[in-house]
């Protein structure tokens, strides 16, 4: 039996009816649908820069003329209503109809081979933009092909005084385009297939290739289906740019960045595409601050599928996300779908069973010796019981592992909150305020739980939210680890037991899966990835298990200061390679300009898997002060 | 049944034939020869040289020394000692540094090999032979498609052949670190990115190999086949070898690629035109098939021995089928503590030659074919 969430199946479905049953609207109203309606969307330049498997290719085909026609013929369907309407919001499809004809061009390998020719940039430039211009026309009219309409009833709106030009791109009909189109493609693929590149002369004598420019000529699409008379704004989408060669890319998007295109035009890109420097410092990217003619604000829209702000937002956008394409997944597998299991979080049980007596016993009496230890008065311990007993009787987990765990926290942070006495002074016991009043609260609880979760194993990684969070708001990285708890809520459902995953099971089941993930790494580097985020993940867990637990949950990044970080680029472009490939392949996320303690920290979190697997806290905020040299020591030591 | 397929017949040796022919043809008197070979860590990479070297021949070399960042200090020193033994067994030698890699990490080597070929003066060369033992996919297919349409085209010398020194425990003890630049092979595109091929059924022919599932997983996204034939050695040294494969890959059969059991295509481990006739008869039964419908189009993706690769690259020179695949950015090199493995297994393949009567069947060029 396939299991869809084993691969990522957007990317195999090459029916669109089979496409559109599983793709979720979320990403479009989280990141598109803000640009579309402030009008920033589709008339400059759009980057749209994420990790692998956010779901940028994904959107691309949402906007396809052919996706959008099966969509909207089948506006029937309950599952379509709302990727219409997020499409809607979008602008892509207006009163009932397609608003544009988009088109994806993959910049994988092909393209970044005309930077290794013996020739001169600017002709470099030329051939490569000539070439994608070729595709993208292709690419148009294959689509509307495919979405049932003749080349014959497939016209361009010229830009008035284009002539010449217009003429240059074979006429204002599909057909003449596609003639020219083809022609173009041939000529300039051959120079690029060529073994040994052709003399100069030779390809400036085809003059041609820089005088064909339909992008400069193309208005609108104007399309005859059926008995509808339709205008569509065209849109490019430039996927995979990170292959191009970084002064390519330069040059493609000075070239798309041009206000006079009328064509909508969006490069989508892998974080890695752009220097180390543009990945460690959000924001400093896509031109160079001296460019000349070039304002970032003003001419590109740049769309981070990732983003260091309004993270707390991202990650609830994050979880109906992934909840609803987990639903969608799950209808895919009949052993679910015939039993009306379509949705993920009612497989995964959120209750923990407390622990065997023999390990309370061993916890009370941990709890007993630091009482001891710390000289805490019987009358003390009994207020702190009360504060404990008083907050988890509000909420689900009122277990006796919970209120010895909590206790212990307070214990230790009552010690710590009042005067120390000489180490050999007699004192009868004095129960003592805190210097600070102690209270029992959800973070407390956490890190509560990260201790049973070390000392006994106890389930920490359990339920539908706990997934979404380990998955760094990566889509590809859910489904990863979503694969493992289906696969055995499926096994489960065929032995004729019931489909839902106790929390120990699914606990032990993400740990085994996400200690597989890292040990299938294989990216660049990735043995110095592996290297800087074990020894992140190693002394976030003595931080994470001190018996005050003073980060709550425990710290789950380095923190460096902003200044130091920014001149990683510079100064250590080693550790900059290793912090980049981390940021492109999911080990780290970057958060820059966090302000703690008055000051700017960039933090180096480590992603899901790797908390995962080391056992630390999902939840955000605590890290450890370190230096830029903690960092390239670790990648430095020995494994 | 007649084919018109350019290699069967093909003259092949294998073994000590191999060996025998290469004591006896080369060191004839009007023979100069043009060695080309990989000058690496790879243990192989003097095995051919040596064997040609103490024959007599009249040799000239060109050693291509294959460039990755950041290589392994133990490899490097490897990679030094077979350079002396190699610039002794040859004085006439010119040792060629290729970059595989380009300074923002993109695949540049098949273009740079290709450019050094291509510089070479080949006014006096008779035979030229490839010795792929130590050499990668992305440098030996160009180099050796290069040196085909020169002959093809009558610009060449007359003879082209290719060797490997075969060792299965050998490749098992070296791992490739892959990068994450899937693509093709230079040279190798096949005219499959072009719009005539946009509606043509997509059949993808990874050879499987250990360690190499992420590496194939990225080829796959890559491609984005219709369908998906994997090759299996079989008959091989190990025969458990296929079984542990198919285990191995057992989620990408189930899920992303579909494999269903008769989809396997199973190829001698040790005779690579077992390979490429297995692809050119897989080729010919379905260009009919899906001839009105688009077309067809085989994709081949060499990742496993060097001796299947050998039998793919023959194959895609024929009938132009595009490769694809993922360069390595460095390896990782285990010798075996035991050195009583043994000895490797000579191949050569006269790919081109006098030894063929003419007309041959041509080499076909993109999808009009």
Same mark, same amino acid.
């Given at each position: 039996m396939v299991n869809p969430f084993e691969k990522r199946a957007t990317e195999y479905l090459q029916q669109d009816e089979a496409f559109l049953a599983v793709v979720t609207p979320e990403p479009l109203s989280t990141f598109f649908e803000k640009p579309a309606q402030e009008g920033r969307l589709y008339d400059r330049l759009a980057m749209v820069i994420g990790t692998p498997g956010s779901g940028k290719t994904t959107l691309a085909r949402l906007f396809k003329y052919s996706t959008l026609r099966i969509l909207l013929r089948n506006r029937g369907f309950e599952t379509y209503k709302n990727l219409i309407d997020g499409l809607s919001a979008c602008r892509a499809i207006a009163d009932g109809q397609p608003? !544009?004809?988009?088109?994806?061009?993959?910049?994988?390998? =092909? &393209?970044?081979?005309?930077? /290794?020719?013996? &020739?001169?940039?600017?002709?470099?430039?030329?051939?490569?933009?000539? *070439?994608?211009?070729?595709?993208?026309?292709?690419?148009?009219?294959?689509?509307?092909?495919?979405?049932?309409?003749? %080349?014959?009833?497939?016209?361009?709106?010229?830009?008035?005084?284009? =002539?010449?030009?217009?003429?240059? @791109?074979?006429?204002?009909?599909?057909?003449?385009?596609?003639?020219?189109?083809?022609?173009?493609?041939?000529?300039?693929y051959e120079i690029s297939a060529a073994l040994v590149p052709p003399d100069i002369d030779e390809v400036e004598q085809n003059a041609a290739a820089t005088a064909y420019r339909p992008l400069d000529v193309i208005d609108a699409f104007s399309v005859k289906d059926g008995n509808d008379l339709l205008q569509l704004t065209p849109l490019v989408v430039f996927d995979d740019a990170h292959y191009l060669h970084p002064s390519q890319l330069l040059a493609l998007q000075r070239w798309l960045a041009r206000r006079e295109l009328r064509v909508a035009r969006w490069i989508l890109t892998r974080l890695d595409a752009l220097a180390p420097a543009d990945v460690l410092i959000e924001g400093q990217n896509v031109f160079e601050e001296d460019e000349p003619g070039l304002k970032l604000a003003r001419e590109v829209t740049t769309i981070w599928m990732q983003s260091s702000e309004g993270r707390a937002n991202q990650r609830r956008a994050f979880r109906k996300m992934a909840k609803d394409m987990?639903?969608?997944? %799950?209808?895919?597998? /009949? !052993?679910?779908?015939?039993?009306?299991?379509?949705?993920?979080?009612?497989?995964?049980?959120?209750?923990?069973?407390?622990?065997?007596?023999?390990? !309370? =016993?061993?916890?009370?009496?941990?709890?007993?010796?630091?009482?001891?230890?710390y000289s805490i008065t019987a009358e003390r311990r009994t207020i702190l019981e009360r504060e404990v007993g008083d907050y988890l009787e509000k909420g689900a987990e009122n277990s006796e592992d919970m209120k010895l765990s909590l206790l212990s926290i307070l214990l230790e942070r009552y010690a710590n909150r009042t005067p120390q006495r000489g180490l050999f002074e007699d004192e009868p016991e004095v129960d003592m305020e805190p210097s600070k009043p102690l209270t029992a609260g959800a973070a407390v609880a956490d890190g509560a739980r990260i201790h049973l979760l070390h000392q006994f194993d106890r389930p920490y990684y359990y339920g539908i939210d706990a997934l979404c969070d380990a998955s760094s708001e990566n889509a590809e990285q859910f489904l990863h680890l979503a694969a493992r708890l289906v696969a055995q809520s499926e096994t489960q459902l065929i032995r004729s037991k019931s489909p839902t995953l106790s929390s120990q099971v699914q606990h032990n089941l993400l740990r085994e899966r996400a200690? /597989?993930?890292?040990?299938?790494?294989?990216?660049?580097?990735?043995?110095?990835?592996?290297?800087?985020?074990?020894?992140?993940?190693?002394?976030?867990?003595?931080?994470?298990? =001190?018996?005050?637990?003073? %980060?709550?949950?425990?710290?789950?990044?380095?923190?460096?200061?902003? /200044?130091?970080?920014?001149?990683?680029?510079?100064? &250590?472009?080693? *550790?900059?390679?290793?912090?980049?490939?981390?940021?492109? &392949?999911?080990?780290?996320? *970057? @958060?820059?300009?966090?302000?703690?303690?008055?000051?700017?920290?960039?933090? !180096?979190?480590?992603?899901?898997v790797l908390l995962i697997r080391n056992g630390l806290t999902l939840k955000r905020g605590g890290f450890l002060e370190r230096r830029v040299e903690d960092l390239v020591r670790l990648t430095e030591e020995a494994p | 049944m007649a084919r018109d397929w350019r290699w069967d017949p093909c003259v092949s040796h294998d073994g000590i034939e191999a060996e025998r022919f290469v004591a006896e043809y080369f060191p004839e008197a009007h023979r100069k020869t043009l060695l080309i070979a990989g000058a690496g860590f790879d243990p192989r990479a003097t095995q051919v040289v040596d064997r040609l070297a103490t024959g007599?021949?009249?040799?000239?070399?060109?050693?291509?020394?294959?460039?990755?960042?950041?290589?392994?200090?133990?490899?490097?020193?490897?990679?030094?000692?077979?350079?002396?033994?190699?610039?002794?067994?040859?004085?006439?030698?010119?040792?060629?540094?290729?970059?595989?890699?380009?300074?923002?990490?993109?695949?540049?080597?098949?273009?740079?090999?290709?450019?050094?070929?291509?510089?070479?003066?080949?006014?006096?060369?008779?035979? $030229?032979?490839?010795?792929?033992?130590?050499?990668? $996919?992305?440098?030996?297919?160009?180099?050796?498609?290069?040196?085909?349409?020169?002959?093809?085209?009558?610009?060449?010398?007359?003879?082209?052949?290719?060797?490997?020194?075969?060792?299965?425990?050998?490749?098992?003890?070296?791992?490739?670190?892959?990068?994450?630049?899937?693509?093709?092979?230079?040279?190798?595109?096949?005219?499959?990115?072009?719009d005539a091929a946009a509606n043509a059924a997509k059949l993808w022919l990874p050879q499987l190999a250990k360690g190499r599932r992420q590496a194939l997983s990225r080829v796959h996204d890559f491609v984005v086949p219709h369908d998906t034939c994997p090759i299996l050695p079989f008959p091989a040294r190990d025969p458990r070898?296929?079984?542990?494969?198919?285990?191995?890959?057992?989620?990408?059969?189930?899920?992303?690629?579909?494999?269903?059991?008769?989809?396997?295509?199973?190829?001698?481990?040790?005779?690579?035109?077992?390979?490429?006739?297995?692809?050119?008869?897989?080729?010919?039964?379905?260009?009919?098939?899906?001839?009105?419908?688009?077309?067809?189009?085989?994709?081949?993706?060499?990742?496993?021995?060097?001796?299947?690769?050998?039998?793919?690259?023959?194959?895609?020179?024929?009938?132009?089928?595009?490769?694809?695949?993922?360069e390595s950015i460095g390896y990782d090199f285990k010798a075996s503590a035991e050195r009583s493995l043994p000895a490797p297994h000579l191949i050569h393949v006269w790919l081109e030659g006098d030894v063929y009567p003419q007309p041959r069947p041509r080499l076909k060029k993109g999808l009009n074919q």
């Open positions: 608003a !544009v004809i988009g088109c994806r061009i993959s910049l994988e390998s =092909e &393209y970044r081979e005309f930077w /290794e020719f013996p &020739y001169p940039d600017t002709l470099k430039a030329s051939l490569t933009v000539a *070439l994608l211009q070729a595709r993208a026309v292709l690419a148009w009219l294959r689509d509307a092909q495919a979405a049932g309409i003749a %080349l014959e009833d497939i016209d361009i709106v010229a830009r008035p005084d284009a =002539e010449a030009a217009l003429e240059a @791109i074979g006429g204002a009909n599909g057909v003449g385009l596609q003639r020219r189109a083809r022609e173009m493609e041939t000529a300039i987990a639903g969608r997944y %799950l209808s895919q597998m /009949e !052993v679910f779908n015939r039993r009306g299991l379509n949705t993920l979080g009612d497989l995964l049980s959120t209750h923990v069973d407390t622990l065997a007596p023999s390990k !309370v =016993e061993k916890l009370a009496k941990k709890v007993a010796a630091t009482q001891r230890r200690d /597989e993930m890292i040990r299938g790494w294989d990216f660049p580097l990735h043995h110095l990835v592996r290297r800087l985020s074990q020894g992140i993940a190693d002394q976030c867990v003595v931080k994470s298990l =001190e018996g005050n637990a003073p %980060l709550n949950g425990g710290a789950n990044a380095f923190g460096i200061p902003q /200044e130091d970080f920014d001149q990683i680029p510079k100064l &250590y472009p080693d *550790l900059a390679k290793v912090l980049q490939f981390g940021v492109a &392949y999911n080990a780290f996320v *970057l @958060i820059p300009n966090h302000s703690t303690k008055n000051r700017n920290w960039c933090l !180096v979190e480590l992603s899901g | 007599g021949a009249d040799l000239k070399a060109l050693f291509v020394r294959e460039s990755r960042p950041n290589p392994d200090g133990e490899l490097t020193r490897r990679a030094e000692a077979n350079i002396e033994r190699l610039k002794s067994a040859i004085p006439n030698h010119e040792i060629v540094p290729i970059e595989i890699f380009g300074a923002d990490g993109a695949v540049v080597g098949g273009r740079n090999v290709a450019a050094a070929a291509s510089r070479q003066d080949m006014a006096s060369v008779t035979d $030229v032979v490839v010795d792929i033992s130590a050499l990668s $996919v992305g440098t030996a297919f160009p180099l050796i498609r290069y040196f085909v349409e020169l002959i093809d085209r009558g610009r060449g010398p007359k003879n082209l052949h290719l060797f490997v020194a075969h060792d299965p425990s050998l490749d098992s003890q070296i791992s490739s670190i892959a990068g994450d630049a899937p693509g093709y092979v230079h040279g190798f595109k096949g005219g499959l990115t072009l070898l296929g079984d542990m494969l198919a285990e191995e890959y057992m989620v990408e059969f189930e899920s992303a690629w579909k494999v269903d059991a008769r989809d396997v295509v199973y190829a001698d481990e040790q005779d690579p035109l077992h390979l490429y006739r297995t692809i050119l008869r897989l080729d010919d039964l379905r260009k009919p098939v899906f001839r009105d419908a688009g077309g067809s189009i085989l994709i081949l993706s060499p990742l496993g021995t060097k001796v299947m690769s050998l039998g793919a690259l023959m194959a895609a020179l024929e009938r132009d089928l595009p490769v694809a695949y993922l």
